[in-house]
């Protein structure tokens, strides 16, 4: 209960664009909240991107909006993450969460569930 499988990372150049995955197929998907975050090496996990169970409301931190998307499908239980213009900073290990929860602040503060992590890394 509650498996989440991320997929998508991989190597790329600044200004280069990854969309990553977030898979779900056991959770009841329409009950849960969905988030990104993301950890570079000796640094915190940092909150990225979420969105609510209806699918209507998005968050995003400052340092990646009008960059980055997240969106979410119903039929294959998956969220996904649209990055586009990469930079190096953005370079680490990207995780999806869920909440049980409508409210995006839900995923955000307190996740109940964590997927295993993968890796982007950005070169310049």
């Known amino acids: 209960q509650g498996q989440l499988v991320e997929s998508g990372g991989g190597l790329v150049q600044a200004g280069d664009s990854l969309r990553l995955a977030c898979a779900a197929p056991s959770l009841t998907f329409d009950f849960y909240a969905m988030g990104w975050f993301r950890q570079a090496p000796g640094k915190e996990r940092d909150f990225v991107a979420a969105?609510?169970?209806?699918?209507?409301?998005?968050h995003y931190a400052d340092s990646v909006k009008g960059r980055f998307t997240v969106s979410k499908e119903r039929a294959s239980k998956t969220m996904y993450l649209q990055m586009n213009d990469l930079r190096p900073e953005d370079t680490a290990v990207y995780y999806c969460a869920s909440a049980k929860t409508n409210q995006v602040q839900g995923v955000m503060l307190s996740p109940s569930y964590w997927g295993q992590g993968t890796q982007v890394t950005v070169s310049s």
């Open positions: 969105i609510n169970w209806s699918g209507d409301t998005t």
